[in-house]
């Protein structure tokens, strides 16, 4: 028998499972050894030998690697032996950081993992999706991925999209009844969901049959997911770069070549000048830094809580310019509680706070007991029964399962002594209309145990009271012209003062055999009354958009709930001032894209919104130019999430379908964390422009030396080993250092980048020219002072031009911590560069001193005096711009 022509017992005995209490953790762990992890098995991964050789590939290392070919024919081989030795160093390195940022982006998939509800040992929990067995008891809702096989047991309006199995983009409607047919098609199994569709409407429960391979995903090849986004703009542009850098290199290797030639110089020695030229001329340790400064910035994020799902966003967060947030959840705490009430023109108050159920009712300051209120009773009592969550005790604290929304109104309710277990001996639960951010209200057919249909509705209340035609006012009332007013009223005041509105309402049936629609349910309907609830804003979340103010980012809060309630939390936030302009959604569906271009650049809060507006706002706010991040958590949130320049989902509210669209997830759903993300990605491209100044300077330098010489028609200063070996290992550390640096005071204090600026912008390819000029002239010079004394000593004179090189760009890369000047901030601040630049002095004293290693940089030994020239030389660069600093007016450095 397969598993859709079961019925419910058979099933739960076939997986031998329970569904009130899932599967214990002995269990779990026995049927995991015996099935494995819930996986899919990816294409077979590159392997490490594949990967070691694929950094051959490079141009520039193919260039050295011929280079190191025609010294061993021409007979040279040290040089050639000396060449080989570096390049396997390098590839050796490349291949280091590949498997790293290869496992970052590993970690980093695991994190943004979908997570599942399961039912463990008789309680729901949230774990990663890899941790399904067969037997499992699940749970999912509209917005959630299918983590496996699934044989549903219980199934609300569930709607279910399986165009990934079977091309049908419809979605499917699914219920729980056994089917009498063998071999159907998987698009007529309405009784079970399959792994990686989604569920697009309501909610369901259901029994895993099948994980990982074994599941109908499982057997279809090929439908993997590949990675997203691995390159990030400035890679590519620097990508760019690097092969501008060769193929220049290569033609000034060409033209020196060429003139050697007509000089009649021997072929060796200009070979070996022109390999030197085009050495100097690539950063070849630059690729690999950027890679590692931009997964150490991701590492740094997660530590805050961002989870970066595509690369790219990590820089484009330095240059966003707007935030628009969601307000519940995101700028508030999300944990509601219901404190006042409203009914036919009375009102009560509810103490509490949290979801502990306990609490008094007042009325006008006198105590209440709302058993004996009956209009305050019915109120507490429908809005519980329209509602899917729980409220359960762990320890001490009271913690609800489900929309928190949802729970004030349960908790509201027990505080007058009802519970859910009592309403439903009374009550039998028919049918539900679930939730949508677009309808804003849901309701639920429910039978009373005088056999009697009835529907309760509840949702935002000035939606709500268009779909009433009468009121409960001591008695049934039609709902007047006068009494929509007091609702009004009542809703107002509430708002005022930052509460969440809910109403609630009701309307007998007919029982009919069919089930009921929104359209037929949700009209007619007799309003009972309002239940006003807080949600205190986070504290942090007012000194982060005050910061983000600071830094030119404005924020913007989209939300759906009602304009009063938005504003008064605005206010709190300090988004607004008083008086500040509401948008609502309905008066965005008036106006053209161009009046709404118009709107964004003066509004802040958006209020009874649906997600279609929030694409509207995306779209309208980046004609005008803004760089926007953009917050979402629904299914619907999927178009402006995708459309904003960073799409942030929420990582414990979103649903699947929000963090796929999106780029940047917040494990605390906290707006303050949206805030620190940008500190990061501000500092992660500081950081890049500091150490590109640090390498490039040395490149400029180095070109400037070999070209001096060249044209004076000296003898080389620097030989090609000695270069590569500056470009790979002394200026490699350090540079990574500057990756590791933290963010200068005023990271948050500077406009946001133009996104379409160039790397070198802002005076940086000033900067890396005239130090390369100035390092370049140093080298050189140390270089002519010892030839000039010991013309028979060449490599007595290259060993001094080689230390000053790379003395002058240990002391340049304190510099280079920050673009203002070298005291804008302690030059000594960041340990690791410390570290960095004492481990390549280390280094260059090796190839210096250590015997066995001169021959191959064509080193010799330096006395102490020699040192007194080199570091002279060598730090003359940075006291000549640090001097400049003193003459500079002072109003250019801000
Ligand atoms: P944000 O968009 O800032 O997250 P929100 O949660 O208020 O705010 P929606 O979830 O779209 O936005 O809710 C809009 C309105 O719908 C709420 O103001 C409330 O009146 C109503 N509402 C919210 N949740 C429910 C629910 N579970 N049942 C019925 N109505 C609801």
């Not at 294409?43 to 050295?64: E, P, R």
């Not at 690729?287 to 595509?310: C, E, F, H, N, Y």
């Not at 804003?440 to 268009?466: C, E, H, R, W, Y």
């Not at 491209?685 to 004076?712: C, H, P, Q, T």
Request: charge should be negative; include cysteine.
């Amino acid at each position: 028998m397969e598993f859709h022509e079961m019925d419910r017992a058979q099933l739960l005995e076939t997986l031998k499972t329970d569904s009130l209490q899932g599967l214990s953790t002995e269990e779990v762990r026995l049927r995991q050894k015996q099935h494995g992890f819930n996986e899919l098995i990816e294409a077979k991964k590159h392997s490490l030998f594949f990967l070691f050789f694929s950094q051959f590939k490079d141009l520039m290392i193919m260039v050295l690697l011929a280079a190191a070919a025609i010294s061993f024919v021409l007979g040279e081989w040290i040089d050639a032996a000396a060449i080989v030795l570096i390049v396997i160093l390098n590839a050796f390195l490349g291949f280091y950081q590949d498997r790293k940022a290869e496992k970052s982006l590993e970690a980093l998939k695991k994190l943004s993992a979908p997570q599942v509800q399961l039912l463990r040992n008789g309680e729901w929990t949230r774990l990663p999706s890899r941790e399904i067995v067969p037997g499992d008891v699940i749970r999912f809702s509209s917005g959630d991925r299918i983590g496996a096989d699934v044989r549903l047991i219980e199934a609300v309006s569930l709607e279910i999209e399986e165009s990934a199995l079977t091309g049908e983009s419809m979605p499917d409607a699914k219920q729980t009844e056994p089917l009498a047919v063998a071999n159907p098609n998987l698009a007529d199994i309405s009784n079970m969901a399959f792994m990686g569709t989604l569920a697009t409407r309501g909610s369901g429960v259901g029994v895993v049959v099948g994980t990982g391979m074994n599941t109908e995903v499982g057997q279809i090849a090929g439908l993997l997911h590949g990675a997203d986004g691995i390159e990030t703009p400035l890679q590519r542009k620097l990508q760019q770069l690097g092969k501008i850098l060769i193929v220049a290199s290569l033609l000034l290797t060409a033209i020196v070549v060429a003139l050697g030639v007509l000089r009649g110089n021997d072929f060796y020695t200009i070979f070996f000048a022109g390999l030197s030229l085009a050495v100097a001329a690539v950063p070849e340790g630059l690729p690999a830094v950027v890679t590692i400064a931009l997964s150490i910035g991701v590492q740094r994020m997660i530590k805050k809580d961002a989870v970066v799902r595509k690369l790219p966003a990590v820089e484009i967060l330095g240059s966003a310019s707007v935030i628009c947030s969601d307000k519940t959840g995101t700028m508030t705490e999300n944990e509601m509680t219901v404190t006042h009430l409203w009914s036919g023109g009375h009102e009560w108050t509810v103490e509490g706070a949290g979801y502990e159920p306990t609490g008094r009712f007042f009325e006008t300051a006198q105590p209440v007991e709302p058993q004996r209120v009956p209009a305050l009773y019915q109120l507490l009592q429908y809005g519980m029964l329209c509602t899917n969550a729980t409220v359960h005790q762990k320890g001490q604290e009271y913690a609800i399962d489900g929309d928190p929304t949802e729970g004030a109104l349960v908790v509201a309710a027990m505080k007058a002594g009802m519970t859910k277990e009592l309403l439903k001996k009374e009550f039998t639960l028919v049918q539900e209309l679930p939730f949508d951010s677009e309808r804003k209200m849901m309701s639920v057919i429910v039978q009373n145990s005088s056999g009697k249909f009835f529907a309760i509705t509840k949702g935002a209340p000035d939606i709500l009271a268009t779909r009433c035609n009468a009121i409960l006012w001591e008695t049934e009332k039609p709902l007047s012209v006068e009494k929509l007013v007091g609702i009004e009223d009542a809703v107002a005041a509430m708002a005022h003062n930052a509460l969440r509105t809910m109403a609630i309402a009701y309307k007998p049936l007919t029982p009919q055999t069919t089930l009921f629609t929104e359209e037929a349910i949700e009209k007619d309907l007799v309003f009972i009354g309002l239940e006003g609830m807080m949600d205190p804003p986070r504290e942090e979340v007012k000194t982060a958009i005050q910061e983000c103010r600071n830094a030119g980012i404005r924020t913007i809060m989209i939300t759906g709930d009602h304009a009063a309630t938005a504003l008064a939390i605005a206010e709190k936030l300090h988004i607004s001032g008083a008086n500040e302009l509401v948008v609502e959604g309905k008066e965005i569906d008036t106006m053209s894209a161009e009046q709404l271009q118009v709107v964004v650049e003066q509004a802040s809060v958006f209020a009874r919104t649906t997600p279609e507006h929030k694409l509207r706002i995306v779209q309208a706010l980046q004609q005008n130019g803004r760089v926007v991040a953009m917050t979402g958590d629904g299914v619907n949130d999927a178009p402006a999430l995708k459309t904003a320049d960073i799409g942030v989902a929420m990582g414990i509210t979103g649903t699947d379908v929000a963090k796929e669209a999106s780029s940047l997830i917040l494990m605390d759903d906290n707006f303050a964390t949206i805030k620190s993300a940008i500190v990061e990605g501000r500092n992660i491209y500081d950081n890049i422009r500091k150490f590109i100044r640090y390498l490039l300077a040395s490149n400029v330098g180095e070109i400037l030396v070999m070209l001096f010489a060249m044209i004076l028609a000296f003898p080389l200063p620097l030989v090609p080993i000695q270069i590569l070996w500056v470009n790979l290992v002394t200026d490699g550390l350090p540079a990574l250092a500057l990756g590791l640096d933290r963010p200068e005071a005023d990271v948050m204090k500077k406009k946001p980048r133009d996104p379409a600026e160039s790397v070198f912008a802002r005076g940086l390819g000033w900067k890396i020219l005239s130090r390369g000029f100035l390092i370049g002239s140093a080298t050189l010079a140390a270089f002519l002072i010892v030839y000039d004394r010991n013309p028979a000593d060449l490599p007595y004179a290259q060993t001094t031009a080689f230390a000053t090189l790379v003395m002058a760009q240990l002391i340049h890369v304190f510099d280079c911590r920050s673009e203002k000047s070298i005291f804008a901030r302690n030059p000594f601040g960041n340990l690791y560069l410390i570290g960095a630049v004492l481990s390549s002095v280390v280094l260059l004293l090796v190839v210096i001193y250590l015997p066995p290693l001169q021959p191959f940089f064509r080193t010799v030994s330096l006395a102490a005096g020699d040192w007194l020239l080199i570091l002279g030389l060598a730090a003359l660069p940075t006291f000549l711009l640090a001097g400049t600093y003193f003459f500079k007016p002072k109003t250019e450095e801000s």
